[in-house]
């Protein structure tokens, strides 16, 4: 079984940053993607950010320029450093992790209010 931890959610001013991070342990098999959700109250989930196995990265439109994953493959773990954060970042954040199943961590709250 796998299990998701995520850290470094809070609340920031607008125009702050903060890192996410999220640690994969269990039996983990080959990895094909780790990446980030989020969502707001009354919305549906979104893909945020992802990082592939190969490197490659994806991001949502409204976030690019100012949020960037990374992955440290030794300890199977993702990072999402956001900067500029808007009051419209404010969501729950998801890490998840695509392997032979989708696993998902339990989310933390990001909140951007001055």
């Known amino acids: 079984q796998v299990q998701l931890v995520e850290s470094g959610g809070g609340l920031v001013q607008p125009g702050g940053s903060l890192r996410l991070s999220c640690a994969a342990s269990g039996r983990i098999s080959s990895i094909y993607a780790m990446g980030w959700y989020r969502q707001a109250p009354g919305e549906q989930r979104e893909l945020v950010a992802a990082i592939l196995s190969s490197g490659s990265t994806n991001y949502a439109d409204s976030v690019k320029g100012r949020f960037t994953i990374s992955r440290d493959n030794n300890k199977n773990t993702t990072y999402l450093q956001m900067n500029s954060l808007k009051p419209e970042d404010t969501a729950v954040y998801y890490c998840?992790?695509?392997?032979?199943?989708?696993?998902w961590g339990p989310g933390t709250q990001v909140t951007v209010s001055s």
């Open positions: 998840f992790l695509s392997h032979s199943y989708l696993s």
